[in-house]
Nanobody
């Protein structure tokens, strides 16, 4: 059974930094690409794809501010968010695709305070 658990969310000041973590419970984590998403509102579809492990790619809105990293020994991927902007808050989720199945975590909430 695969499970993803995000953590690290909270309140951050505009211009501040926050690092999120996504821990993978399953096997062969090192072989899997992990992706972070931001969901803007519960009634809307998933927000923009932020970053992916393997060959990290970033959405234009976060390029240069967000950095993806992973620790295979801990089966965890990290999303470091620097220079937080008012448009950055939301529910941040990570996912992994294993074959035809996509697994999601429950997300961690980020609030940006001015």
């Amino acid at each position: 059974q695969v499970q993803l658990v995000e953590s690290g969310g909270g309140v951050v000041q505009t211009g501040g930094s926050l690092t999120l973590a996504c821990t993978f419970y399953g096997t062969r984590f090192a072989e899997h690409a992990m992706t972070w998403y931001r969901q803007y509102a519960a009634s809307r579809p998933m927000g923009a794809r932020i970053a992916a492990a393997g060959n990290p790619t970033y959405a234009e809105a976060v390029e240069g501010r967000f950095t993806l990293a992973r620790d295979n020994a801990k089966s965890t991927t990290y999303l470091r968010m620097d220079n937080q902007k008012p448009e950055d808050p939301g529910l941040y989720l990570c996912n992994v695709r294993l074959g035809d199945t996509v697994y999601w975590g429950q997300g961690t909430q980020v609030i940006v305070a001015s």
